[in-house]
């Protein structure tokens, strides 16, 4: 995942120290560098400590970039206490979220920000045959 440094820093710098878990949306003017971020305060999940992403206002700004002509990257989401792993919820909306992608979308980045170290650690998930297949990636600030 390649990211330009002030998009970084404003995505590490997001959250604040306190639940609730919060997100936002990443983008691409300049493919496939990302260079834009929207925060998103989320939903309240189910079990209150778990980022939910607010899919009409995620739907609204992916069309609103589409206009604009930058290209809908991912989902960025707060851990906290150290945790950097997805959890079984993140793995459902990520299945959730990419099976709605059009077919010329064949990958997204869901990074997490890591509380408190504020450390980003970029997961790529994709579909390969219908399964959703999701690794970690490198992380490139440029
Ligand atoms: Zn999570």
């Keep these: 995942m390649e990211i330009k440094r002030e998009i970084y820093e404003a995505i590490v710098s ?15 003017r300049e493919w496939p560098v990302i260079d834009m971020f929207v925060g998103d305060p989320g939903k309240k999940g189910p079990f209150g400590c778990s980022y939910v992403p607010d899919t009409t ?6 069309r609103q970039w589409l206009q604009e002509g930058i290209l809908f990257q991912g989902i960025a989401h707060a851990h906290f206490h150290g945790v950097r792993t997805l959890s079984d919820g993140d793995r459902a909306y990520i299945r959730r979220i990419i099976e709605a992608m059009p077919a010329q979308i064949k990958s997204l980045y869901f990074p997490i920000i890591v509380l408190p170290e504020r450390e ?3 997961y790529k998930a994709e579909l390969a045959d219908g399964e959703l297949v999701i690794v970690e990636d490198l992380l490139k600030v440029v």
Excluded: D, K, M, R
Aim: proline share 17%.
């Design 57 to 62: 206002f995620l739907n609204e700004t992916i």
């Design 14 to 28: 997001y959250p604040a120290e306190t639940p609730p878990e919060v997100g936002g949306i990443i983008g691409s």
């Design 120 to 122: 980003l650690v970029p």
